[in-house]
């Protein structure tokens, strides 16, 4: 099936474990976020790359990193997870940099502990 | 960098109620502005999006949204809710220079409820 698909759907981690949550997609898309949800705020973009190779920070980058090996693939990862980021991440992609015809993964919802 | 607010945290409506949610965005330069929507557990998906043209563009589900150059605004409506327009909705925009790439800056959401 076409689209984006995030691994794992939810997760525990203690305070200070490390992780990576897993973003791929199958549409040949450039371009590929990470986005954070939480309660009032909306979205909030953590990292973004326009293409293998290459990788910006978002608004809220404190705390993850990403790389961009393949086109397919956009993993996110947390160095030292804090309560802090607690959060529903939702990764995306599209063809175009004029974010038409966006496409959101499912999410993972992450608890930190 | 461009922000965007949306007024209404939460909007609780009977069915048959009309709705109207309001979008603000703040930039210098031209967006392209988007309507999302994320029902109970789902991920968001796009109700409708105006680029260029004509201001008054229509979505799925019978939805709506004005582009309202002047006062930077792109409200949405519904003439009419269902119970099943339950959701958070999420205005978003989006920079028009190609350095911007795909990002998307989004307002806080709001939580509609529609009563039975």
């Known amino acids: 099936n076409a689209g984006v698909t995030q691994t794992p759907k939810f997760q525990v981690l203690k305070t200070g474990q490390s992780m990576t949550l897993q973003c791929a997609q199958d549409m040949n898309h450039e371009y590929m976020s990470w986005y954070r949800q939480d309660p009032g705020m909306g979205l909030r973009l953590i990292h973004y790359?326009?293409?293998?190779?290459?990788?910006d920070q978002g608004e809220v980058p404190n705390g993850y990193n990403v790389s961009r090996s393949t086109t397919e693939d956009f993993p996110l990862r947390l160095l030292s997870a804090a309560p802090s980021q607690t959060s529903v991440y939702f990764c995306?992609?599209?063809?175009?940099?004029?974010?038409?015809?966006?496409?959101f993964g499912q999410g993972t919802r992450l608890t930190v502990v | 960098a461009q922000s965007v607010s949306q007024h209404n945290h939460h909007v609780i409506l009977s069915e048959a109620a009309s709705l109207e949610l309001g979008c603000n965005y703040s930039?210098?330069?031209?967006?392209?502005l988007f309507w999302y929507v994320q029902y109970p557990g789902q991920h968001l998906q796009l109700l409708l999006k105006?680029?260029?043209?004509?201001?008054l563009v229509k979505g799925i589900k019978g939805f709506e949204a004005e582009f309202i150059k002047s006062k930077f605004s792109f409200n949405l409506r519904k003439p009419s809710v269902q119970w099943s327009d339950t959701a958070e909705y999420f205005c978003a925009v989006n920079a028009r220079i190609k350095a911007a790439g795909n990002k998307l800056t989004f307002g806080g959401g709001t939580r509609v409820l529609v009563k039975p």
């Open positions: 995306a992609s599209s063809y175009q940099w004029t974010a038409d015809r966006t496409f």
């Open positions: 930039y210098g330069g031209t967006v392209n």
């Open positions: 790359s326009v293409g293998a190779g290459i990788t």
């Open positions: 105006y680029f260029s043209g004509d201001p």
